[in-house]
């Protein structure tokens, strides 16, 4: 069964700090993506990577950044949190072969709130 | 830039009464298309997911959609709901790139309530 496990599924941090969340997948996906959730906006892509150390940019990713230094393991940065970042985070991923998507896969999700 | 548009943000129904949730999206080049669903307190789950051939798929739980290009709508429907069915489900959207990483472009959702 894929499994994607994101590290914290609650997290309370103060503005100002560096956040990490951490995400995990074990299926040797190429591609990973991180969302956030936000009541009737849905889900808003951040950032998202199709290879190790390659990222591309979302619709929303100003205020993060994000690092893939392995292929199961894609990071998201929060530089320094503001209260506008409270949300809930998902992590996704996903194998593209050839012709098809097969769709994501997603995590549980991290619901972050920046105090 | 592609968009994604779900009609109705909430939905009220009483069991085994019939669901249809509407979705339109803007991009007119090739598209996969994905329906998910969050029960509550769950993670995303697809429901189905629409990539060529014959326009109306099939998915899990007795869900359906039919893909009509002329509309660019790919509308959920299932005949009879159950209680069980109460969940937000999201339609979502990325182009066709032959091989490449596309972010999903997601709607708004809609939350569903399903009466006993």
């Known amino acids: 069964d894929v499994k994607v496990t994101q590290s914290s599924r609650y997290l309370v941090k103060r503005t100002g700090e560096k956040v990490f969340l951490e995400c995990v997948q074990d299926?040797?996906?190429?591609?990973m993506f991180w969302y956030r959730q936000d009541p009737g906006l849905g889900l808003r892509l951040i950032y998202f990577?199709?290879?190790?150390?390659?990222?591309e940019k979302g619709d929303i990713p100003e205020g993060y950044s994000v690092s893939r230094e392995k292929k199961e393991r894609f990071s998201l940065i929060l530089e320094s949190a503001s209260t506008n970042q409270t949300s809930m985070y998902l992590c996704?991923?996903?194998?593209?072969?050839?012709?098809?998507?097969?769709?994501?896969?997603f995590g549980s999700g991290t619901r972050l709130t920046v105090v | 830039a592609q968009s994604v548009s779900q009609h109705n943000h909430h939905v009220i129904l009483s069991e085994a009464a019939s669901l249809e949730l509407g979705c339109n999206y803007s991009?007119?080049?090739?598209?996969?298309l994905f329906w998910y669903v969050q029960y509550p307190g769950q993670h995303l789950q697809l429901l189905l997911k629409?990539?060529?051939?014959?326009?109306l798929v099939k998915g899990i739980k007795g869900f359906e959609a039919e893909f009509i290009k002329s509309k660019f709508s790919f509308n959920l429907r299932k005949p009879s709901v159950q209680w069980s069915d109460t969940a937000e489900y999201f339609c979502?959207?990325?182009?066709?790139?032959?091989?490449?990483?596309?972010?999903?472009?997601f709607g708004k959702g809609t939350h569903l309530i399903i009466q006993p």
């Open positions: 996704a991923s996903s194998s593209t072969g050839g012709a098809r998507h097969y769709g994501y896969t």
């Open positions: 299926m040797d996906h190429e591609n």
């Open positions: 990577s199709y290879d190790v150390k390659m990222k």
């Open positions: 991009y007119g080049g090739t598209v996969n």
């Open positions: 629409y990539f060529s051939g014959d326009p």
């Open positions: 979502a959207v990325t182009m066709y790139s032959g091989g490449g990483a596309d972010g999903l472009t």
